[in-house]
């Protein structure tokens, strides 16, 4: 049987790159973002493969337009949330807190409850997310993106104690990148940062393995489990930033 994923935000970046190793796996690919000029270049790769479906999740039509995206493709077995926006905001500018909190925070609710709710009238899926490892700590240069990110994480948790209380079969994926060389990232002086190929690769897998909670990659597992070690009054302290 003919295996179908939906990616929300592969109009390029991480989103896009898993595209395409899903395109190379055989997979009906199901592509959706704001851009159409993006879609469409990329649904060329392989129109045979390939659903396309504008989509704003920060729109009140973005549930109806992914219905209308999983008719197009006859189904839906896995489902991406690759949405995603945030700023460094030091300065606290209330206009780009609220633009990050209406995509991942209001957007993300209306995604992810309307794949929970196709997958739990069709009896099985798999339900995964691009959060980061910002949501570990809160980062004082970046507000609401770790704090956006935090949700994420919690909602995820939430999702899937939901499921097991229904008694559903359902599957969760957590995916947890750090930097990422992608137009999110408007220069190359973030250290550590990460190829959008690379990464791809490792979500694709993570996925295949149905591992809850993916930290990408080692290196930012490494960062993480000594940030989750650092006493809360020295982090406080601590002038995080690029």
Not at 6 to 20: D, P
Not at 234 to 240: A, D, E, N, S, Y
């Amino acid at each position: 049987m003919e295996k179908k994923v939906i990616i929300i935000g592969a109009t390029s970046g991480i989103g896009r790159e898993v595209a395409l190793i899903y395109i190379a796996k055989g997979w009906k690919v199901g592509i959706a973002g704001r851009r159409a000029t993006e879609l469409d270049s990329l649904r060329a790769e392989a129109p045979e493969q390939v659903c396309a479906q504008v989509l704003d999740v920060t729109q009140d039509d973005a549930t109806e337009k992914l219905q209308a995206l999983i008719e197009q493709m006859g189904g839906m077995d896995v489902f991406l949330l690759s949405s995603g926006i945030g700023k460094q905001n030091p300065t606290l500018q209330t206009e780009l807190e609220l633009a990050t909190a209406a995509t991942n925070v209001e957007g993300f609710i209306r995604m992810t409850n309307a794949a929970y709710h196709y997958f739990e009238q069709q009896g099985h899926g798999h339900l995964a997310v691009i959060s980061s490892i910002a949501g570990t700590k809160g980062l004082g240069a970046a507000a609401a993106y770790s704090a956006t990110k935090r949700f994420q994480s919690t909602y995820m948790e939430a999702l899937e104690q939901l499921a097991r209380m229904n008694k559903l079969n359902l599957s969760f994926t957590d995916i947890r990148p750090g930097f990422v060389a992608t137009p999110l990232l408007k220069d190359d002086s973030y250290p550590m940062l990460m190829k959008a190929t690379n990464v791809a690769k490792q979500i694709v897998k993570a996925i295949s393995k149905k591992k809850r909670i993916d930290i990408i990659d080692w290196k930012y597992r490494i960062l993480v489990s000594f940030w989750q070690l650092i006493p809360k009054w020295i982090w406080l302290r601590l002038p995080v930033k690029k």
